[in-house]
């Protein structure tokens, strides 16, 4: 009964053994085929202490405005790389008087150091302010013909100076007010390019006085003329040298101004205490050879040099506002004309004292 089955039954099992042996090739295939590939490892961290590429260095146009050692901070500050450090690349360039304040008020040099020319400049509607203090005495010495003995002397004679409204210029003009004489009554006014014109024309004889500070004084005596009174120890309060800024330039650019005090901060702190770098930076600026026109360049002129946190002064305004013979400049307030902000933060947040500035 059973035997017309068993092929069937047999069938069966063949097909089952056969799936169950494909089953089995398919799973051996799978085990033995390629591998997926593994994730990508995470990227490997830098080694610890590297530092990321520094950001690139903002470039700023700057002027200095007289060939003086007045200047030597902000010569001091380039040569010693501290515009690097705080992440400024300055071209740093000599503008003579008046011309250093139209660059600062047209923004082609937009942080620079000027002097009394400022005041005027903002009197006719620039916007421009100080913001730190450089040299606020007046440091000059009146060097004049070897026949002039006494101030009165000058009296029909003529002062070759810069150009109207230039340090100077506003100079001789405090000068002869405070020895009670008027320039163009009193004494007879010449006007100049700059401290290289003014020693021309004493060469020639176009003039018989002129005011220098070194190393001007110093070619002036070679020239044959004397000292007739050292003005930088009367302590005359006076605007000689001050950073300005363009203000619509500041308030777009706060970090660079920052950027720039603390540089000159440290520029100004080796100034007085790195005498040897500082002659170095003033012979390469001033052209001197002579290691003893360098010193009297830098003992003459280092007595005026901000003493602690650089604050603008005040007061050297006014002198200069007490200069001008005009209704505007009766009118104006010289806190008007500067912006202590910047360097009231440097000084709150503790920074001129951290570098050594201040104690």
């Excluded at 002027?63 to 300055?90: M, N």
């Excluded at 021309?200 to 002129?210: E, F, T």
């Excluded at 006014?318 to 009766?330: G, K, M, P, V, Y």
Aim: hydrophobic fraction near 45%; proline fraction near 8%.
């Amino acid at each position: 009964m059973t035997a017309p089955n068993q092929p069937r039954r047999a069938s069966r099992r063949l097909s089952l053994a056969r799936a169950g042996a494909a089953t089995a090739v398919a799973l051996l295939l799978v085990a033995c085929g390629p591998q997926a590939a593994p994730a990508p490892a995470p990227a490997a961290a830098p080694p610890a202490g590297s530092a990321a590429a520094p950001p690139a260095a903002m470039k700023l146009t700057a002027a200095y405005g007289s060939i003086s050692a007045t200047q030597l901070p902000l010569w001091v500050t380039k040569e010693q790389g501290y515009f690097t450090k705080y992440g400024l690349d300055v071209d740093l360039s000599y503008i003579d008087g008046s011309a250093g304040v139209r660059a600062l008020a047209s923004g082609d040099a937009p942080v620079s150091a000027v002097g009394g020319a400022l005041v005027p400049s903002r009197l006719s509607g620039a916007d421009v302010v100080a913001i730190a203090e450089m040299a606020p005495r007046l440091v000059y010495g009146v060097y004049v013909a070897p026949d002039i003995t006494a101030v009165d002397g000058l009296r029909g004679r003529t002062i070759v100076t810069t150009t109207p409204g230039s340090t100077n210029y506003q100079g001789v003009t405090l000068f002869l007010r405070r020895y009670g004489m008027e320039p163009g009554r009193d004494v007879n006014l010449l006007t100049s390019a700059g401290g290289t014109e003014q020693l021309a024309m004493l060469k020639q004889g176009l003039a018989d006085a002129a005011l220098f500070s070194p190393p001007s004084s110093i070619r002036a005596r070679e020239q044959g003329l004397h000292q007739l009174l050292n003005l930088a120890e009367t302590n005359i309060t006076f605007l000689t040298s001050t950073i300005g800024v363009n203000q619509p330039f500041a308030a777009k650019n706060p970090e660079i101004i920052r950027a720039f005090l603390k540089a000159y901060a440290e520029g100004l702190r080796d100034t007085t205490a790195d005498p040897v770098q500082a002659k170095a930076a003033l012979a390469k600026y001033a052209s001197l050879d002579d290691p003893a026109a360098v010193d009297e360049s830098y003992n003459f002129t280092a007595p005026t040099w901000p003493k602690g946190a650089p604050y603008p002064v005040v007061a050297a305004i006014q002198t200069i506002l007490d200069l001008q013979d005009s209704a505007e400049a009766r009118a104006a307030h010289a806190e008007d004309f500067v912006d202590a902000r910047y360097v009231r933060e440097l000084d709150e947040a503790g920074f001129f004292r951290q570098i050594g500035l201040t104690e």
